[in-house]
């Protein structure tokens, strides 16, 4: 069952990774992330996740 997370993903600059290192903020991909609409995209996933489970109930 999909459930869309309550919390908010952690922003690049607040990322912690081991040994206490931050992201480069002029990461490629860490530039990218911010230039992405994830709250449209994950409206668009829960449509099709919630549908393919419905097929399944419906289906098996």
Do not use: G
């Amino acid at each position: 069952m999909y459930r869309k997370a309550q919390e908010q993903e952690t922003a690049p600059e607040k990322f912690q990774l081991p040994c206490e290192e931050k992201l480069a903020l002029d990461n490629p991909w860490v530039i990218m992330t911010k230039m992405i609409p994830w709250s449209e995209f994950e409206s668009e996933y829960a449509v099709i996740v919630k549908k393919e489970e419905l097929e399944l109930v419906v289906y098996h």
